[in-house]
């Protein structure tokens, strides 16, 4: 097979002498293609070459469930939208400037969320009558006019790219394959992006294949020469880096922060993790990530089900492991007995939850933060936990490093709420110390703790209320434990009554007894009356809002939760400082009740349901009805 | 147990040592009480150090055995245990993990977990109490009760048709299967002995009378009057006869696929390392409900690499690739992938 020349590409960074370069300190793309056109690939390729070149990023993937919906079709449409400025953003954005459509269907899809005036890149090879019949177009929308309020660009995506690659010994089908790369080539041609990354991933990604690696460097030269010499391109656009926090940094998704922060989290305890986990969408990538990282000491067994998943993780809780299992909700019903079962133990246990909408199989590839309620809840019997919740992809690190903390120290399930808009998600993450990472050792019990040398599992330590972890091996400290009601502080079986009354008044006890950080309220004008409260994914999005009624003159307050149970200690004091609070989920209404039921403060809930995360603008509006109108 | 992780002790222990002191609460006359005490008769053989044990169990009758235990123990819930047993097994190869279960426990809600534990050969002794009754909850029939069966929830008798524990365990490809009788001590032993010593996952069935919910279910082969012309006791390397003066031979007869019993004739010999499994179902399948032609001991002995140490051989492999301190590993590993610099 001939190999293909690919000759240096023109630098990025030197304006090109036949362009108009203009600058923007934002714009948000859409990459819209089929299932199988590698729309997510290119999305993240763009993403990457953004990076490098140090804007602020905020992306959001966009799939079907179905791995290859017939294709052509609206509901085979994948997209991947990019966000990028000069300044710091808080969510992917709410209207594309810049939509690519790969095929009519994708056209179709995204065309209603675009503002007037946006840039459509059309692949025109794809407008053939079939594909217009496909998605319902009796005439092409490039004829008739219907796209005139936006800026159409024709390109002959798919002929182009097999024209580059004539010499390349591909076959025709192989080498329309590679037209993403030539997607990507125009368009980072058009941003000035930065190829570098791009040209090694693609050497990465194909090191078997010498011959693809040369197809698709050429495909986005193509692209990137075509972008420099047609006159449908007569504007290249320049985004500035954003002054960001001095540092390093990387481009993270939620879930590869989350399966980081809990490899950081066994690091930093000094225990090996043990993941017991069954796939489901979406928290699956947590599993993949994990089991690349054995030299840990990790072990990650995919189990039968997601019963066994949890029960080897709580298994190897009991054996000294940092347990975790990964799921989404459907998992976290079926684990519901199981968590009892830890919550009796009193042994550590991460349970991670990454929401998707429900009930049932529901969208499994969108998003939700509707599992609260069974986070708080859902178990038979009184079986508190804890809760904490991400609020950003990079977060997500964190948050597992917090969930790990409280479980280790107080030797109690917690349960990780992230959700899909966070986990698939991605942003700049600014790469921290490990050496200011949390300590998280734990010491197990080495010896009888009882007055007559008899060991008491049951026996709690004043100040956390945790009961000793005597893991197996440990000799004189041979003790029996399991569901049923356990004495005080022996642990024994026991029937008694008012044993029962004080074993269950202290399961409640040690949760709410354990410590976490009081919640931040911003609130740069200090004169705000209207708090917005929030959880989890939402952070962005009420974050921008909040930014934009600010610039506008109109003060407000915002206060997100990472503990939802316990709750933090200054959260009544922060509600009744306020007129009116508001709380803003994609749910109807799960943190709203529980804040009412609690602290008897008439919040206003604000819910949506659909299955997509919150715009800035949705709630821009209604946070500015509730500030001037109250 | 044939683990070389696992410590030995150089004190004796006695079976006493490995009596708790929780108060046994079964049933008077339970055969839970001759399994006990068989078990804790058998423990000090292992030289295994107490604190180095762990019995796991569900829900049931049976469950409450760990508590009576003085190793490390876990009740836990119903079906389960061949799950939990499982994360703890992989994570602690130092450990000697034990899992006492019971029909409906094991075979009922627990099912998915007992055949993926014996496939993927977890290093678990799995005791399967099986009194063919749900004696916890009083009375109900169960997976390995026989058609027609009578009970509480069953007045007209039970529609389906029982499971037989061994075929299924031998479906699921298990290593080690075996069954054997509480009344037995000898031969219970004898049968502990065996799977203590097998490496992976150890099956055994254990026919345990409830007295109080279905007394007697087995008396055609414990009773010194009949037992002898139904009860086949398999030996390794002997030919499989039985009945008086070994008046009976199981047989493999020509162009059949599987095994029966006959008056004389050419008996086969018992060979439990035969890697294929059809061997060992064949022998599984002379036994039904009426236990007219029961086989005890060990029907399958086999040497396939276990679960723990393929997930150990991984991680040590991993971890001699490593170089080091954990600190600068995570640092390499936040650190991996594209980044970049802001200064």
Redesign the interface.
Known sequence: MAEVDTPALSSPQLDSPVKRVEQLDRVVIRFAGDSGDGMQLTGDRFT?ET??L?NDISTLPNFPAEIRAPAGTLPGVSSFQVHFADYDILTPGDQPNVLVAMNPAALKANVPDLPTGADIIVNTDEFTKRNLAKVGYAVSPLEDGSLSEYSVHPVALTSMTVGALADSGLSKKDAERSKNMFALGLLSWMYSRPHE?TMRFLERKFAKRPELVAANKAAFQAGWNFGETTESFSVRYEIK?AR????????ITGNAALA?GL??AS?RA?L?L?L?AYPITPASDILHELSK?????I?T?Q???E??AI???????????L?VTTTSGPGVALKG??IS?AIA?ELPLVIVDVQRAGPSTGMPTKTEQADLNMALYGRHGEAPLAVVAPKSPSDCFHAALEAARIALTYRTPVILLSDNYVANGSEPWL?????ELPDLSVEFAAEPNGDDGRFLPYLRDPETMARPWAI?????????????EKADKTG??SYDPANHEFMVRTRAARIEHITVPDVEVEDPDENSRVLVLGWGSTYGPIGAACRALRQRGLPIAQAHLRHLAPLPANLGEVLSAYDKVIVPEMNLGQLAHVIRAKYLVDVLPFNQVSGLPFTAATLENMLEDVVKNG | MASPSIPLTPVKLTAKDFKSDQEVRWCPGCGDYAILAAVQGFMPELNIPRENIVFVSGIGCSSRFPYYMNTYGMHSIHGRAPAIATGLSASRPDLSVWVVTGDGDALSIGGNHLIHALRRNVNLKILLFNNRIYGLTKGQYSPTSELGKITKSTPAGSADSPFNPLSLALGAEATFVARTIDSDRKHLQSVLRAAAEHKGSAFVEIYQNCNIFNDGAFELIKDSTTRDDHLIRLEQGQPITFGPDGRYSVVHPEGSFGLKVQEGGPAIVHDAGVDDPAYAFALSRLSGSDLNTTPIGVFRSVERPSYDDLVQKQLEDAKAQATGTPDEMLAGLLNSGDTWTIL
């Not at chain 1, 029960?311 to 492991?321: K, P, R, V």
């Open positions: 990457s990076a490098q140090g990354s880096p960001m926090r001095p540092g390093t940094y990387r481009n980081l490899v950081a690091v000094r090996p043990f017991g990282h054995k030299r840990f000491g072990t067994m189990a039968e089900d019963i066994a029960g080897a993780a709580l298994g190897a809780s009991y054996g000294g492991s347990g007995e199981t079962l133990l790469l921290p110390e490990v050496s197996p091996g440990t000799p004189g400290l041979e003790h029996r434990i399991g569901g049923l024994d079986i």
